[in-house]
């Protein structure tokens, strides 16, 4: 399967989510996957990154042109998708990942899980998107959706459209198992 890994580009991050990150790749890669990501060199797309090269895994890179003068860019991908523009680098990013996996991250990841969930939700799509966990980064982000359900802002059954992982092998097993189905989960008003 093709994974697409979002995640935090930032450096100052503690080491367990990079740890963490890292060994989601390596994992990912033993079984066979691949990943397509925002290319970045640092933060948690670096560490998923290095994961994959560490097991010989086959990484695309995506990210529009102007990063490249930036020195962002991880450069042991197999191949680099250079996209126009931020938004076109998420559509293929979205069209080409078989699965989703959420790291830590900050507004750019925010909006990136928000918008599969809205495609899953909206059935344009239905594939697994697992949200990792990594110590316990998400429970406040899934609080809130909880607290959003409760007073009729998002639909109860959109928590069903994801999975939230405190571990490697819980965000694994949820984008090789995922058991969606987009007949049993209706949104008709």
Do not use: W
Request: net charge negative; with cysteine.
């Amino acid at each position: 399967m093709r994974i697409c890994i979002f995640g935090a580009s930032g450096t100052e991050l503690d080491a367990i989510y990079i740890e963490e990150t890292e060994a989601l790749g390596r994992e990912l890669a033993k079984r066979g996957h691949s990943l397509i990501f925002g290319g970045g060199k640092n933060g948690l797309m670096g560490a998923a990154a290095r994961g994959f090269t560490a097991e010989h895994g086959k990484i695309v890179g995506v990210a529009p042109a102007f990063f490249k003068s930036a020195g962002v860019l991880y450069d042991l991908c197999d191949e680099f998708v250079y996209p126009d523009t931020m938004r076109d680098r998420k559509k293929y990013m979205e069209d080409n990942a078989d699965a989703f996996i959420v790291a830590p991250g900050g507004i750019g990841t925010y909006e990136e899980f928000f918008e599969v969930l809205t495609l899953k939700q909206l059935a344009r799509m239905s594939k697994p998107i697992a949200v990792f966990n990594i110590n316990g980064y998400y429970d406040s982000l899934y609080a809130l959706i909880e607290e959003n359900t409760r007073t009729g802002f998002i639909r109860a059954q959109t928590t069903e459209l994801f999975r939230m992982c405190a571990t490697v092998e819980e965000a694994v097993d949820c984008v090789e198992h995922d058991d969606y189905d987009i007949e049993k989960i209706k949104f008709a008003d």
